[in-house]
């Protein structure tokens, strides 16, 4: 597991980087907002431990811009900023999670703790994530940040497809034959015309994309 601090205080930077790195986890360090916001698009972070009052830019503003790229990335704020009005701020913006310093040590860990257990699979691997795109397959259905979107079986089987190759072009044939088990048939458009309503589903951010003349590729992560 992999987490981000977005911290200025250099003192309290230090301190909770040792206490994470002491539990086992990867930790990343960023001392300022905009630092703080490219590491947390560039790089597969599980947890952001997130700071407010900081230089470049505003902790409030780094998660508001932050939920756009990466809806499902928990975000714990840890600031010292303690009124109820910033507190609300910082949940209606898309936080996980909130502590106000100074804080305990055993607080911090216990609630980090629970974001990274929220962002374990369930058993047997019944979600596949691609993006700000998820699919239960218990539910069978797929989300896009905090939208759910309903398939259609057809539907379905072929985002399931697409996702398990994520990142990978696979043909009209290919997915004709893996997803609906037809003969190639150049007069069939099944394919072409689920892929119009899956993007019509998920919306645009959905990150379907058309390779020319070939077929299309599920942009990994
Ligand atoms: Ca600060």
Same mark, same amino acid.
């Given at each position: 597991?992999?987490?981000?601090?977005?911290?200025?205080?250099?003192?309290?930077?230090?301190?909770?980087?040792?206490?994470?790195?002491?539990?086992?986890?990867?930790?990343?360090?960023?001392?300022?907002?905009?630092?703080?916001?490219?590491?947390?698009?560039?790089?597969?972070?599980?947890?952001?431990?997130?700071?407010?009052?900081?230089?470049?830019?505003?902790?409030?503003?780094?998660?508001?811009?932050?939920?756009?790229?990466?809806?499902?990335?928990?975000?714990?704020?840890? %600031?010292?900023?303690?009124?109820?009005?910033?507190?609300?701020?910082?949940?209606?913006?898309?936080?996980?999670?909130?502590?106000?310093?100074?804080?305990?040590?055993?607080?911090?860990?216990?609630?980090?703790?629970?974001?990274?257990?929220?962002?374990?699979?369930?058993?047997? /691997? /019944?979600?596949?994530?691609?993006?700000?795109?998820?699919?239960?397959?218990?539910?069978?259905?797929?989300?896009?940040?905090?939208?759910?979107?309903?398939?259609?079986?057809?539907?379905?089987?072929?985002?399931?497809?697409?996702?398990?190759?994520?990142?990978?072009?696979? /043909?009209?044939?290919?997915?004709? %034959?893996?997803?609906?088990?037809?003969?190639?048939?150049?007069? %069939?458009?099944?394919?072409?015309?689920?892929?119009?309503?899956?993007?019509?589903?998920?919306?645009?951010?959905?990150?379907?994309?058309?390779?020319?003349?070939?077929?299309?590729?599920?942009?990994?992560?």
């Amino acid at each position: 597991m992999q987490i981000l601090i977005v911290e200025d205080e250099a003192r309290i930077l230090a301190f909770v980087a040792r206490a994470l790195r002491a539990e086992g986890w990867t930790v990343g360090v960023a001392d300022n907002g905009s630092k703080g916001l490219a590491a947390a698009i560039a790089n597969p972070y599980d947890l952001v431990v997130l700071d407010l009052l900081l230089p470049g830019m505003d902790g409030l503003d780094l998660l508001r811009e932050l939920r756009e790229r990466k809806p499902l990335l928990p975000v714990l704020i840890l %600031s010292a900023r303690s009124d109820l009005d910033t507190k609300l701020r910082g949940f209606n913006l898309g936080a996980d999670d909130y502590l106000v310093k100074p804080f305990s040590l055993g607080e911090l860990l216990c609630r980090v703790r629970v974001q990274l257990r929220r962002r374990q699979p369930p058993a047997e /691997s /019944s979600v596949l994530y691609a993006g700000p795109l998820l699919l239960d397959l218990t539910r069978r259905e797929a989300r896009l940040g905090p939208r759910v979107c309903e398939l259609t079986d057809g539907e379905f089987r072929l985002l399931h497809f697409l996702l398990e190759h994520a990142g990978e072009v696979n /043909s009209r044939e290919q997915l004709l %034959s893996q997803v609906w088990g037809y003969d190639f048939d150049p007069r %069939s458009n099944v394919v072409d015309v689920s892929i119009r309503r899956l993007r019509q589903k998920l919306g645009p951010e959905a990150p379907i994309e058309t390779v020319r003349n070939v077929g299309y590729r599920l942009a990994a992560g």
